[in-house]
């Protein structure tokens, strides 16, 4: 039994420096009771230091020993600060964080300063702690005129306090697993036995020096599956062993720890009754929590917008009724994005949710109502309403809550209460705007560590900080290495680094840091009859050795145990090959298809045919800031079809072009129309300065490619502009758009289509997996509507900024419109009319292929991959991939 245990069964009041040795020893404390036979006995006196502290404050403002001020919690202390620090008014990057570093500076004057007001000495400089002593000032003055005080301060409140109180002659008071107390805690204590109390400080931990022992890995991940393999293996030796895991770094790998754990120790379970075999002594913020980060989410959609994914996956949420609905409200995700929504109102959800769950779109609308009342309110007011759209939205769901959600559902009310209590302040009873009220309520969240009460675990995974004090059966400290521990100094930025050595502030030296970490190592080898210390050989700044502190200490050897994902690799079954390169062929109905892309994804590749056209398999949508490309070529093409419409032929052009003035005139009229062609709704999701300058650019665009390509031309007449023909390609019936149909001078007809990325060579358009074939099927096409027009030249025009150009085929000379004749006689091409029978042919054995099924993986090249993105579903180059024997996670 241990001296601080001792102490709590005795009756004395145990004060511990956290939360964590405190509630191991009121647990010890009542196990004890139960040992000795007891069926009731007064509840064990042990507290955590700041507990202690507030519940002597009170008692003394109580005997009317102190004067009764508003106690702050630590959250409205730290927007004092904020409030103190923006008095400046300077500009700040990040005056959240600097006013939590206050704080933090704040706490230190007190904790190791001599209870006077020293900051004072370091005004009126321009460094750091001259604007620490200003904002301090402004800080104190608050606290004075809203008659109030605040946990740094309140230690000094008791100490001064203990002579005025009597009750507290002959009590018993225990310091337990302090290393080093701080000045303040001291100055506290003194006070007391000068006021008659029994005042000692007492060991949480009484063995022997155990003997250590270390060891290294390649990493720190190895180092942790070892650790935590080893101390599964502890527990299943001896089931009553209470096993400790240090990680001094664990705040910043908490998510890896957690996941770490899961996959070597299981999975914790959260139902009732369920037994965890771990912990961790850290908690995830309480915004990360799922069903706080729906109510959180609610309330930003109803007052302010959400970023359309943030927006879907509420929709999805557990924590809103409807949950059989969730499937369908997913698929309103899509819809947002095709249509370029980055920030999704609540007017939006309730339009997508009116199309996929009535019910819960009834609610949202009651959302809103409730939103529209409240603009502007003090914190109270905003609880208020917060609450009600809360209740009217349905959260937190329908089913039973798990006790962690309901654990953390209960901290999230009261986070609201604190958050109402911030009206304790003058200034903070202002009326205050929805999305301020917002951003400081998700701040706080963001702040507020959560982690659910449940029974102790034998494994432990603690901090350093943690860890202290705490007994174990076995115990591993791990990152122990040489660049590592001791710790680097890292004085606090706010105070004087001179000031900070002087009065022992951690961090603030390396003697200091030395002096302390020799005082852990000592804890450590106390606090378990088994204690393995390790480090990894590969650290963030190189390769890394043991810790001098534990050079006596036994090398060992620790297994790595396979995780869960090699596991599995190696578990894994011989890969089946099966080549199934045929579907079933398509139904009748699957036969008429609009558009030409069918044909050119089969010679892009046949599973990419199968998949966009058959299955509907496309890509996941990704919302551009401005507009999409598909959507600037929407409006190159509806400013050329506009332009052409209204000027019909090659000689119109060139007067115009001989009027400067008219001919831009005629340009700009284009582009205006060609803006209608994307929905209002559209341009109000589009920022501002891009429509302002959208119309320009098409004007200038259509001006560039005019002058390069079309007024150098023969003359000629456009016949159709955006026109829709019909192919019957074996059973596929095909409904085509030609961009442009031109009448030429001498005869015959030419094919315009527009294209605003990169085109391809013509080479390419008649090879065996043709591209293009737009080109081909809008000319088959014309040959069987109208057999006795011939097509003379087909070109694929590239409207690009700088860079326009037509290239093409053309049946002779007098056709000729920057492209090369029709001859390839390595393709059997040597005239136009073999140029039609080559792309006849192509296109409908491709056509069949597609009738047939042919489903293959085979991609034409690695372009067709870049632009497919079904790579998931079609795995290429998975098949001839070679076995993998090494395990990539």
């Not at 309901?406 to 903070?428: E, I, P, S």
């Not at 080898?525 to 480090?535: D, G, L």
Request: charged share 25%; proline share 7%; aromatic share 6%.
């Amino acid at each position: 039994m241990s001296d601080a245990l001792a102490r709590a069964l005795a009756g004395a009041t145990v004060v511990t420096p956290n939360r964590r040795l405190a509630r191991h020893l009121a647990d010890a404390h009542d196990r004890a009771q139960l040992a000795a036979g007891l069926r009731a006995w007064p509840a064990a006196q042990v507290l955590p230091w700041t507990a202690w502290i507030a519940a002597m404050e009170s008692e003394a403002v109580g005997a009317g020993a102190l004067p009764a001020l508003v106690r702050l919690p630590s959250h409205a202390s730290v927007q004092l600060w904020r409030a103190s620090i923006e008095a400046d008014g300077t500009p700040l990057l990040d005056d959240a964080a600097l006013a939590a570093s206050a704080a933090e500076a704040w706490e230190h004057v007190h904790a190791f300063g001599t209870g006077a007001e020293s900051w004072r000495a370091w005004a009126g400089g321009d460094d750091e702690p001259a604007a620490f002593a200003r904002w301090a000032e402004r800080y104190r003055g608050a606290l004075a005129a809203h008659a109030a005080t605040d946990a740094s301060s309140a230690a000094d409140r008791v100490a001064r306090a203990a002579a005025a109180m009597p009750s507290w002659r002959g009590r018993h008071v225990a310091f337990a697993g302090f290393i080093d107390m701080t000045p303040q805690a001291r100055r506290v204590a003194e006070a007391l036995v000068r006021a008659g109390a029994n005042v000692d400080e007492v060991p949480t931990v009484g063995a022997p020096l155990a003997p250590a022992r270390r060891a290294e890995f390649a990493s720190t991940d190895d180092e942790l599956v070892a650790a935590l393999g080893w101390a599964r293996r502890e527990v299943e030796r001896r089931p009553e062993a209470t096993v400790g895991i240090v990680v001094p770094d664990l705040a910043q790998r908490l998510a890896g720890v957690r996941a770490r754990a899961s996959d070597v120790l299981g999975v914790p379970p959260e139902g009732p009754g369920g037994v965890r075999s771990w912990n961790v002594s850290l908690g995830e913020p309480l915004d990360a929590t799922p069903i706080v980060g729906t109510a959180i989410d609610v309330l930003a959609l109803a007052w302010s917008t959400l970023p359309a994914g943030r927006a879907a996956a509420l929709l999805r949420s557990a924590f809103l009724p409807g949950a059989g609905a969730r499937e369908s409200r997913a698929r309103v995700e899509r819809v947002w994005l095709e249509r370029g929504l980055h920030r999704v109102r609540i007017v939006d959800a309730i339009s997508a949710l009116e199309r996929s769950d009535d019910a819960l779109a009834e609610r949202f609308a009651s959302v809103r109502t409730v939103a529209s009342r409240t603009r502007r309110a003090n914190r109270h007011g905003w609880v208020d309403a917060w609450r009600e759209a809360l209740r009217a939205s349905g959260w937190p769901g329908e089913r039973p809550l798990a006790s962690p959600e309901h654990q953390a559902a209960g901290a999230f009310d009261g986070l609201l209460v604190a958050f109402a209590a911030l009206d304790a302040t003058a200034a903070a009873r202002a009326e205050i705007a929805g999305d301020e009220a917002l951003a400081l309520l998700a701040e706080l969240a963001a702040a507020t560590p959560y982690q659910p009460e449940s029974p102790p675990a034998p494994i432990q995974i603690l901090g350093l900080i943690e860890a202290i004090g705490l007994p174990f059966d076995a115990l591993w400290v791990a990152g122990m290495s040489d660049a590592a521990w001791p710790r680097s100094p890292r004085p606090h930025p706010l105070l004087p680094v001179r000031w900070q050595r002087e009065r022992g502030v951690p961090r603030s030296d390396a003697a200091g840091e030395l002096a302390w970490a020799r005082e852990v190592v000592a804890w450590f080898r106390r606090a378990a009859p088994v204690v393995i210390t390790s480090h990894a050989a590969n650290g963030d700044d190189g390769p890394a050795t043991h810790s001098a502190l534990f050079a006596d200490a036994e090398a060992i050897v620790v297994d790595v145990p396979a995780t869960a994902a090699r596991r599995m690799f190696d578990a894994r079954p011989a890969r089946e090959r099966l080549a199934d390169p045929v579907a079933p062929a398509p139904a009748p109905g699957e036969r008429h298809r609009k558009g030409s892309s069918l044909i050119e994804a089969q010679s892009a590749c046949p599973f990419q045919a199968v998949a966009a056209t058959r299955w509907r398999a496309d890509a996941w949508p990704t919302a551009a800031i401005g507009l999409t490309p598909m959507e600037r070529g929407i409006l190159v093409h509806a400013a050329l079809a506009a332009f052409w419409r209204e000027t019909r032929d090659h000689a119109t052009l060139v007067a115009l072009a001989g009027n400067a003035g008219r001919y831009a005139d005629a340009r700009e009229r284009a582009a205006r129309t060609a803006m209608a062609a994307i929905d209002d709704a559209r341009w109000r999701r589009v920022p501002a300065a891009v429509r302002a300058l959208e119309a320009g650019r098409l004007a200038r665009l259509l001006g560039a490619w005019l002058d390069a390509v079309e007024l150098p031309r023969s003359p000629f007449a456009v016949v159709h502009v955006e026109h829709e023909e019909r192919l019957v390609l074996g059973a596929l019936e095909l409904e085509l758009r030609l961009d442009r149909l031109d009448e030429l001078a001498d005869g015959g007809t030419a094919i315009v289509d527009y294209k605003t990325g990169k085109v391809s060579s013509p080479a390419r358009w008649i090879a065996d997996r043709p591209e293009a074939t737009q080109l081909a099927l809008y000319t088959l096409a014309r040959r069987a509507a109208h057999p006795l027009t011939g097509v003379r030249a087909v070109v694929l025009g590239q409207v690009r900024p700088g860079d326009c150009k037509a290239v093409g085929f053309y049946a002779d000379e007098a056709a000729r419109w920057g492209a090369p004749p029709v001859r390839n006689p390595r393709a059997g091409i040597v005239d136009w009319p073999a140029h039609e029978a080559r792309w006849s042919a192509l296109m409908h054995g491709l056509a069949d292929g597609f009738a047939r099924g042919d489903a293959a993986v085979a991609p034409r090249d690695a372009a067709a991959c870049r632009t497919c993105a079904r790579q998931a579903l079609c795995r290429v180059g998975e098949a001839s991939a070679p076995e993998v024997e090494e395990e990539g996670e």
